[in-house]
């Protein structure tokens, strides 16, 4: 059984940055494409950022592109989203996903492996 946990979330001002981590355990992480979600308050959850399983493609929405980077550590099955120069509309909770194709896509429901979230608050 697959498991995602997401770590890193918190309180940051506008302008700050945070970094989140997504650690997996099963032996599939190397072979899967990851991604990030989001989910505001009233709002439909929505694609954030992903990456293939080596690392080398990467799609993110465009409201976040330039200020979030999205990046992986096969070795330690821990895949990373590195935000930066944030806003209060960036306040969500943030979903790590994991897919057992390779394959990346921006698609929520293509992915087969979900986190439990972890909130991040950005004030102004």
């Known amino acids: 059984q697959v498991q995602l946990v997401e770590s890193g979330g918190g309180l940051v001002q506008a302008g700050g940055s945070l970094r989140l981590s997504c650690a997996t355990s099963?032996?599939?992480?190397?072979?899967?494409?990851m991604g990030w979600f989001r989910r505001a308050p009233g709002k439909e959850r929505e694609f954030v950022a992903a990456?293939?399983?080596?690392?080398?493609?990467?799609l993110y929405a465009a409201s976040v592109k330039g200020r979030f980077t999205i990046s992986r550590d096969n070795a330690k099955n821990t895949v990373y989203l590195q935000m930066s120069s944030l806003k209060p509309e960036d306040t969500a909770v943030y979903y790590c996903?994991?897919?057992?194709?390779?394959?990346?896509?921006?698609?929520?429901?293509?992915?087969?492996?979900w986190g439990q979230g972890t909130q991040v608050t950005v004030s102004s």
């Open positions: 996903a994991g897919r057992s194709s390779s394959i990346v896509t921006m698609i929520d429901r293509t992915y087969d492996y």
């Open positions: 099963g032996r599939t992480f190397s072979t899967s494409a």
């Open positions: 990456i293939s399983r080596t690392g080398s493609t990467t």
